[in-house]
């Protein structure tokens, strides 16, 4: 499934999923619950991929049932006000296979000496809140 426009999953706090690989030139986003890929999912250069954090659990994920291939954009938006301490992690991507970075991280300034890093392994990405 090629996604060139916007795609939210918006309705509930339940997971969804979608069952098609994915291949993201656009966007896609979650106003609330989990979006899990049933197949691959890859990101063009183009593609942004958005992640809101409100709380030590309460930030969206995506599980990716085959291989995640990178690119594109990260965005990172806080909500609610949620400053996270040092060292707090968030788990926002796993698979089976992580290949590639996303290009641009936007969102990783979170307030004086504190920010987000993108840590990557073959499996997984993590936000990781590191000094500033």
């Known amino acids: 499934m090629n996604i060139t ?6 309705a509930g706090t ?6 098609a690989a994915i291949n993201n ?7 609330s ?5 049933s197949y691959s999912y890859s990101q063009t250069p183009s593609g942004t991929l958005e992640v809101k954090i409100g709380g030590d659990a309460d930030f969206d994920t995506f599980p990716v049932a085959n291989a995640a291939a990178l ?5 990172i938006i806080l909500t609610g006000g949620y400053e996270p301490t040092l060292d707090k992690t968030f ?6 296979s992580v290949t590639g970075q996303f290009s641009v991280v936007n969102g990783t300034a979170i307030v004086a000496g504190r ?3 993108v840590l ?6 993590t936000l990781k809140v590191v000094s500033d």
Not at 14 to 19: E, K
Not at 33 to 37: K, P
Not at 71 to 75: A, C, I, P, Q, V
């Open 5 to 10: 426009s916007s795609v939210t999953k918006s």
């Open 14 to 19: 339940a997971i969804t999923g979608i069952g």
């Open 25 to 31: 030139s656009g966007s896609i986003a979650v106003d």
């Open 33 to 37: 619950g989990q979006l899990n890929f």
């Open 71 to 75: 690119d594109g954009n990260l965005n």
């Open 91 to 96: 788990e926002i991507m796993t698979a089976p």
């Open 115 to 117: 920010k987000f890093d």
């Open 120 to 125: 990557y392994t073959a499996n997984n990405v």
